[in-house]
């Protein structure tokens, strides 16, 4: 006890406190999905899409700012860069309470876009930040605004018009064909390309050496081939594939990354391919139920099987072109809830008979 009867402070169980508040935040980190943890923090940190990072540079030295439409696949990065932007212009802090960000997990239905939307921009803006740029308007983030009804984007685009003094909206989508061309007139387009092989291999590499993830030769193209051209998805599957081999003294390797992404093995599409190249159809009919019973999806054995068909150089351009056609029937079909094995069945009955033919 002190003088005041107060009980004095053990310092060994305070030292024991702050230990397990360090352990504790370094278990939190471990919990975050690294595409969050190693998302770019500023403009200068995003290495691709350097003709949109130059543009936006520059919009941020003068805090002239139009308003935005960024469109392409997903997994490139047009999340990122908004939300890195805004960082660099008004500070991590200041963003919290000058930017709104709805995705697709948020009504975005008309009412949603009058009330919520509206209140926001037309709110006066908050008190800046010295250290940055602070331009004196508010930024709206509308991601996915390709999933938003015709009614929601035109009563969208009055807002953008009425607002624009102190509110800027940065639409981002997949398809900048399913934004109405009133809302869309109004942005500066920016498309995104999806990131080259060599830039998301050192990207995914760059990572697996953060997280000391062991890697065999080929295990990192693997995933970037896995994830054609989705930065996003290759380190997901990354994290994915990393606990599997943590804590032990293996190593990740190409087989691993496959079987984790779902991806149907070289020699079974090759079996295929065989397989359509005889007229026995019993030899047809034996493969795809093999195939069935292996359990592996008809979508993304048709998507590889494809990609071996436009690569086979027994085919002509005519049968490759009759075959292709014969595929995307078969695709639309398992789209709408057709029985896979009878859709393979079939594809490869086709298939066989194309070719044969001369």
Avoid at 21 to 29: C, F, L, N, P, T
Avoid at 161 to 185: D, G, H, M, Q, W
């Amino acid at each position: 006890m002190d003088f005041f009867g107060k009980p004095k402070t053990d310092q060994s169980s305070a030292s024991a406190r702050n230990g397990k508040a360090a352990e504790a935040a370094k278990h939190d980190e471990r919990l975050v999905p690294w595409v969050e943890k190693y998302r770019p923090r500023n403009i200068d940190d995003i290495t691709a899409q350097e003709e949109v990072v130059q543009v936006l540079r520059k919009s941020l030295e003068t805090k002239n700012l139009p308003h935005l439409l960024f469109y392409g696949p997903p997994g490139t990065g047009k999340t990122s860069t908004v939300l890195a932007l805004t960082r660099d212009m008004y500070g991590p802090e200041a963003a919290k309470t000058r930017v709104l960000e709805l995705n697709a997990s948020d009504e975005r239905g008309i009412s949603v876009v009058r009330e919520k939307v509206k209140t926001f921009a037309r709110a006066v803006v908050s008190q800046a930040d010295p250290r940055y740029p602070s331009p004196p308007y508010k930024m709206v983030i509308l991601d996915e605004a390709d999933s938003m009804t015709s009614d929601a984007q035109a009563a969208l685009r009055r807002i953008i018009e009425k607002y624009s003094r102190i509110t800027r909206f940065c639409l981002i989508c997949n398809y900048v064909s399913r934004i109405i061309e009133p809302l869309a007139s109004r942005c500066t387009k920016f498309r995104f390309k999806s990131l080259p092989r060599d830039q998301a291999v050192a990207r995914v590499e760059h990572i697996t050496q953060l997280e000391a993830v062991r890697c065999r030769e080929g295990a990192v193209g693997a995933l970037v081939d896995c994830a054609a051209g989705d930065l996003r998805r290759a380190i997901m599957s990354l994290q994915s594939a990393a606990r599997m081999v943590h804590g032990g003294d293996g190593a990740l390797d190409a087989d691993m990354v496959a079987e984790l992404a779902g991806v149907v093995p070289a020699a079974v599409i090759e079996s295929l391919r065989v397989a359509w190249s005889s007229a026995d159809s019993g030899a047809l009919r034996t493969v795809v139920d093999e195939l069935i019973y292996s359990g592996y999806p008809a979508s993304q054995v048709l998507a590889q099987l494809h990609d071996r068909a436009m690569e086979d150089q027994q085919l002509g351009s005519l049968q490759k072109a009759k075959i292709a056609l014969v595929m995307a029937a078969v695709d639309k079909a398992l789209s709408d809830g057709a029985d896979e094995q009878l859709q393979l069945l079939d594809m490869m009955m086709q298939a066989s008979r194309i070719a044969q033919s001369a």
